[in-house]
């Protein structure tokens, strides 16, 4: 049998065994042992030294036509089987939606933010404004207006984390009153107003325990009603 003959041979018997083939992984192997460097069609160009000189184009353009068949069939058979499983996958991993979702359990706020909002409505409920302000804080008006003197004593039980010698974070609610006192226009009323301390977290040097954090809230409240004075 010449190599033609064997080549051809491989081709047909092979073309049906590609067809045969029903997973993506053992189409791969058959293409290595097909098309790779120890493959029958690659064997068959190595071994056209020994043709006569006169046979060898010819016979290279049959070898080459061999191998672009199994090729192509290879790759026909390659989409084949990875549209079938796309297909396989769109059958059985589908969702109906036109299926009612599944209920979604509402929650609550926390017990400390209801708490939080029942104060605000009841301070609203009397006029007060409610107000927040900045979580790090000027000195000044963190202790300064305070009444609390860099000298103070009264300094250490709050000391906090600095950004700076004059910016820190807010140990108190209550700079929101020195702030609000600078900028409310008494010519139009009053003042009344509370600092939640949930809008703006403060900060102290507290020795964290099972009751106790670094981080907590509070209210502040001011009114400039004479008759609360």
Known sequence: MTLRDQLEKIRDERKQSILDVDDLKKLDELRVQLLGKKGPVTQALRSMKDLPADERPSFGQFANKVRDDLKNAIDDRNSELQQAALNFKLQHEKIDVTLPGAAVTQGQPHVIQQIVDQLEDLFMGMGYQVLSGPEVEEDKYNFEMMNLPKDHPARDMQDTFYITKEILMRTQTSPMQARTLETHDFSKGPLKMISPGSFTVVIRMIQPTLIN????????????????I
């Open 213 to 228: 954090s670094t981080r907590w809230k509070g209210l502040s409240s001011i009114s400039t009603l004479p008759w609360l």
